[in-house]
């Protein structure tokens, strides 16, 4: 099993280089085609709309953005090998890139960049809620390869976590390690974390799994799974991703955004 087709953005600003540099990783790793969308808006102020000047001065920066995301696609890929496709679009990132996850097996994407607003990158919160698609989320302080040798699963018995498993099979068949980690409530019985059945499952498919319940012990539930990865000398958190859709604004749970504001590790997120 593996992921053919890898989708990443690729924005004018420099951070966006790491998710670049992830996807092409994991584009050889699975000999994946790789396709780089970048996607800017022009956020226009109210008081500007009927300021002809004011748009045309921000088409061109949106212009100029896009020709800027792609100038980086095409010198990180021309001469990779990779079988690539390119598409730069002005319109809304968000809608963008969740339409074009239609023809992906797994999107790439930086974490948030302060100064970077909605104009210019996809909110991850869009991209794990709309896209259907699972989405790794690379820690854009860190410049290293994504080695997902060894592996943490977040595990709580939903169908988010079980989404997310099944969404995270081609790493977890290639891993070495993998550990499943529930994070137990002191009234939870250990059946009720279904760990063992999840643990067998992995294990049918030929990969080295293991459970362990996790007493609850820091101030919140993803400072427990960021200890647990970093003592397992894991690089990639698997997890399920809780939100839902109001008045057509994303929001997702307090342990999904814990994690992607301040989490060290590569996530792969799914819905």
Excluded at 10 to 39: C, E, K, N, W
Excluded at 61 to 76: I, K, M, W
Excluded at 169 to 177: C, D, I, S, T
Excluded at 217 to 244: P, Q, W
Aim: glycine fraction near 6%; hydrophobic fraction near 45%.
């Amino acid at each position: 099993m593996h992921y053919k087709s890898i989708l990443v953005h690729v924005g004018p600003q420099p951070t966006s280089g790491d998710a670049l540099a992830v996807a092409q990783q994991l584009a050889h790793r699975f000999d994946a085609a790789l396709i780089g969308v970048a996607a800017e808006s022009l956020d226009v102020p109210m008081s500007g709309v009927e300021d002809s000047l004011a748009l045309a001065t921000l088409r061109e920066q949106v212009e100029a953005d896009l020709a800027t995301a792609s100038q980086r696609f095409r010198e990180a890929t021309d001469d990779s090998g990779l079988t690539t496709d390119w598409i730069a679009i002005p319109g809304d990132p968000d809608r963008v890139l969740a339409l074009r996850a239609r023809g992906a097996d797994l999107i790439v994407a930086s974490r948030p960049t302060k100064g970077i607003g909605s104009s210019m990158a996809p909110s991850i919160a869009s991209l794990v809620l709309d896209s259907g698609t699972p989405v790794l989320v690379t820690p854009s302080h860190l410049h290293r390869e994504l080695r997902a040798e060894r592996i943490v699963i977040g595990w709580k018995d939903t169908r988010e976590s079980r989404r997310a498993i099944s969404d995270a099979l081609p790493f977890l068949m290639k891993a070495e390690h993998v550990l499943v980690a529930a994070i137990r409530k002191e009234a939870q019985s250990d059946e009720a974390t279904g760990l063992d059945e999840i643990v067998s499952r992995l294990k049918r498919h030929g990969i080295k799994a293991e459970g362990r319940l996790v007493p609850r012990s820091a101030k919140c539930v993803a400072d427990d799974l960021e200890n647990v990865a970093r003592e397992a000398h894991a690089d990639l958190l698997v997890m399920g991703a809780y939100g839902h859709s109001r008045f057509r604004e994303w929001a997702l749970g307090g342990v999904t955004e814990d994690l992607i504001e301040r989490s060290s590790h590569h996530i792969l997120f799914s819905h």
